[in-house]
């Protein structure tokens, strides 16, 4: 069954600290896998995306990994700041599955002041 | 340069009644996926559409829910006597159509998402 694992589910840190939310999914074999960050109430708003034949894609203080032979991805955030409070969702897009993507389930981050 | 829009934003019904959500996708872009949101669960696909066609809607239900994409128009989730189980966030995505078979490479825009009510 292809799945999508986030750990930690939730993750609070103070202003300032650099860290690491992770995402493991359970089939290599994927087109394309996509770091969200959602608001309370709100919609999705798209952060990166990494194509299978890529390795990393940055953009600021984002910066997210792939490695398709163990399954993980990795989403870094550089220099937390407050307004970086929120869940990161983690979604692939395998091959077997057509264009449909499969959320993890998320991480509620929140930094503190 | 307007994303995906949805309306409405937020749909109150009562149990029995229709629901009917709409997306408009990103101009240009001929293919819209719906994904439910359930409270305190994570998005769900639901259904993916080209314009006038179904291509996999193995996530939707199976009674009750419909979805068209026509040629000219927003796509439409209809939603026919609701229950308190349809409560949830309906969110549209679109994507472009790429040549030479690599849409499954697109990147998917989402909207803000209709959030229904079920009384």
């Known amino acids: 069954k292809q799945e999508v694992t986030q750990i930690p589910a939730a993750l609070s840190v103070p202003e300032g600290e650099n860290l690491v939310l992770n995402c493991s999914f359970t089939d290599s074999a994927i087109y394309n896998l996509q770091w969200f960050r959602q608001d309370p109430g709100k919609g999705l708003t798209s952060l990166l995306l990494?194509?299978?034949?890529?390795r990393e894609q940055t953009s600021g203080r984002l910066n997210a990994s792939l490695d398709k032979s163990s399954g993980r991805s990795t989403l870094y955030i550089a220099a937390s700041q407050p307004g970086d409070s929120a869940t990161y969702l983690c979604?692939?897009?395998?091959?077997?599955?057509?264009?449909?993507?499969?959320f993890g389930e998320g991480t509620q981050l929140t930094v503190n002041p | 340069n307007a994303g995906v829009m949805q309306n409405p934003r937020h749909l109150v019904r009562r149990r029995g009644q229709e629901a009917r959500l709409r997306c408009s996708p990103v101009?240009?872009?001929?293919?819209v996926y719906w994904y439910r949101q359930l409270p305190e669960e994570g998005l769900k696909f639901m259904v993916y559409l080209q314009k006038e066609n179904i291509i996999d809607e193995s996530g939707m239900p199976k009674e009750r829910f419909s979805a068209e994409f026509p040629k000219e128009g927003p796509s439409i989730l209809r939603i026919q006597q609701v229950v308190r189980g349809d409560s949830a966030a309906y969110f549209c995505a679109s994507s472009p159509r790429t040549s030479g078979g690599f849409d499954s490479y697109n990147e998917q825009f989402f909207g803000p998402g209709t959030r229904l009510t079920v009384l």
């Open positions: 979604a692939v897009k395998w091959e077997t599955s057509g264009s449909r993507l499969t």
């Open positions: 990494i194509q299978s034949s890529q």
């Open positions: 101009k240009g872009h001929s293919h």
